[in-house]
């Protein structure tokens, strides 16, 4: 039998994987998932290719700005990591959201959730951690430290620390489970 685990963290959890969804299709996955025609003017992302422009105005960064083409060298890992993301993350944000808000059986989280969203915490923690050190390479004649900390702090850090967050939460969780189980079996060999 299935037991679940209902908790406010879940709705927490919840708002984390909608706000990482539009991330994912329109920012990370903007050049890789939608035809070039799409941000032509009068396309139906042309004000997001608009933004996306604007954004590389301002910041210049070349995370957003990586593509295959990308000299080998620099980023050559950032490839991989846009692989798992439309393998792995993608596939565990969509499950998320149906799972935790708009199942109809939602009673809360099983055992696998939590190891699925646990496995999601930590590839998303390890791998914004390889961007966030990534800064510490930029060129300093391109990139001042102000801008520096802005990356790592106001864009990185946030998706370093959520994910960690829910990684305990979930590993929490799941030991919680394991001991149960471990209290259940101790109390079977004493009989």
């Known amino acids: 039998m299935t037991t679940y685990t209902k908790t406010w963290r879940n709705y927490l959890w919840l708002a984390w994987f909608v706000i990482q969804l539009p991330i994912i299709i329109l920012i990370d996955g ?3 998932l939608f035809p ?3 941000s032509q003017p009068g396309g139906p992302l042309h004000p997001l290719a608009v933004a996306r422009q604007d954004y590389i105005a301002t910041f210049n960064d070349p ?3 990586w593509s295959p083409d990308t000299p080998r060298g620099h980023d050559s890992w950032m490839g ?3 692989y798992i993301e439309f393998a792995a993350t993608l596939p565990t944000v969509l499950y998320a ?5 708009l199942s109809k059986r ?4 099983s055992g696998a959730d939590e190891l699925v969203f646990l496995v999601y915490g930590f590839e998303t923690a390890l791998t914004t951690l390889v ?10 004649k391109v990139y001042s430290p102000e801008l520096k900390n802005t990356f790592k702090y106001s864009f990185f850090a946030p998706w370093i620390v959520m994910p960690t967050l829910l990684f305990v939460d979930m590993a929490s969780r799941i030991l919680a489970r394991i001991r149960v189980a471990d209290a259940m079996l101790a109390g079977k060999k004493m009989q």
């Open 30 to 32: 903007y050049d890789h």
């Open 36 to 38: 070039k025609s799409f």
């Open 131 to 140: 961007c966030f050190h990534d800064v510490f390479y930029w060129d300093d």
């Open 63 to 65: 995370i957003v700005q």
């Open 80 to 82: 991989l990591f846009l």
């Open 106 to 109: 939602n009673k809360g989280t």
């Open 97 to 101: 959201v149906y799972r935790l808000g």
